[in-house]
């Protein structure tokens, strides 16, 4: 009896270490989607950021795993896409994306990161319902402001504060970029009646085109800016930070890149925006008639645009995917 009670507790102690092994073996990521905000449901309502991926890629095949100090859970399916709703804002998208990466459920260290959400665009640069690729990501709020009565008249209002000079510009991997394009720059795009008739309001070129794919500089802000002169500060930053044109407005792109990069680099993130409304007023309107508009009196398109960034971004996330033994190691040479 004492014989048998011995070999029974070795073999329990032989495999409890396979066990602890086997629960504990971390997910390997292959392609990380950082959504900002959903408005109800993952799926089966009006859909948000989050909804159009979460049905692609986690609503049959997903594992959820909880993460403290993370906003919402995280999904994996079994081909190493993960994703997770981040929150809004810098603070909030950046603290659920080191809660995330720090957790030793999973290995980010051969993984890209999809930045993806809605955004702005200057009427000069871009139009309700184009889905654009971050070349770079800039910080708008690192600096000093002051009211522009108390400066020369039209003069920049803004002025870069030292000692935040890495904290406030991130050139995203250029040869990235240029693979975001490659795959996704001839994506069908959906469009709106609703849209279509907003764009004649205003009379830039760019504005009025149809959607399409494209690139520039992402601006990173905690406030909602708006107006000709705030856009136009915008485009002086990018200009003064040495960036590509400023053409998307958004909340959250540089501070998660600021975490991934300082966690294992910046080579691998991609920021990925689609348009749902102008920084700015028609000639028209004022900035205060733009921001809170009369009932029918607002941009259309928001639900073809949440769309349209999920089928631009599931190409590239496809691809690595089906690709994996040639992008694990690094983004692979690209091909003229």
């Not at 001839?186 to 690139?215: C, E, N, Q």
């Not at 925006?273 to 009932?295: I, M, S, Y």
Request: aromatic content about 10%; overall charge neutral.
């Amino acid at each position: 009896m004492r014989l048998m009670l011995t070999a029974s507790f070795v073999a329990t102690l032989l495999a409890a270490p396979l066990i602890s092994v086997a629960q504990e073996a971390p997910i390997k990521v292959k392609v990380f989607v950082g959504a900002m905000f959903e408005i109800g449901k993952n799926t089966g309502d009006r859909a948000g950021e989050f909804q159009h991926w979460y049905e692609r890629y986690w609503m049959k095949d997903t594992k959820e795993v909880t993460v403290r100090g993370a906003l919402n859970p995280v999904y994996c399916n079994a081909d190493g896409v993960c994703g997770s709703v981040l929150g809004m804002g810098k603070v909030s998208s950046s603290a659920s994306v080191q809660a995330i990466m720090l957790n030793p459920r999973f290995d980010f260290s051969q993984a890209y990161f999809v930045i993806s959400g809605v955004a702005g665009t200057p009427p000069q640069r871009g139009t309700i319902g184009e889905v654009s690729w971050g070349t770079w990501v800039l910080d708008y709020d690192l600096g000093h402001r002051w009211a522009p009565e108390e400066n020369t008249p039209g003069a920049p209002t803004f002025m870069p504060r030292k000692g935040y000079e890495t904290l406030r510009r991130f050139e995203l991997n250029p040869q990235l970029v240029a693979w975001a394009m490659k795959l996704s720059s001839d994506t069908p795009l959906k469009d709106s009646d609703s849209a279509r008739a907003y764009r004649t309001r205003y009379p830039d070129a760019a504005a009025r085109r149809a959607p399409f794919v494209g690139t520039g500089t992402h601006m990173t802000g905690d406030t909602f800016f708006h107006g000709p002169g705030m856009s136009a500060q915008a485009q002086y930053i990018a200009k003064l930070y040495g960036a590509d044109d400023y053409v998307i407005t958004e909340m959250e792109a540089a501070a998660i890149t600021l975490v991934i990069k300082r966690l294992q680099g910046s080579d691998r993130v991609m920021s990925l925006r689609g348009a749902v409304n102008f920084d700015q007023g028609n000639p028209k309107e004022t900035t205060l008639q733009h921001l809170d508009p009369a009932p029918g009196e607002t941009a259309g398109g928001f639900a073809e645009t949440v769309e349209n960034v999920e089928l631009v971004g599931s190409r590239v996330v496809d691809h690595i995917v089906a690709n994996w033994q040639r992008w694990q190691a690094g983004v692979p040479p690209l091909k003229p």
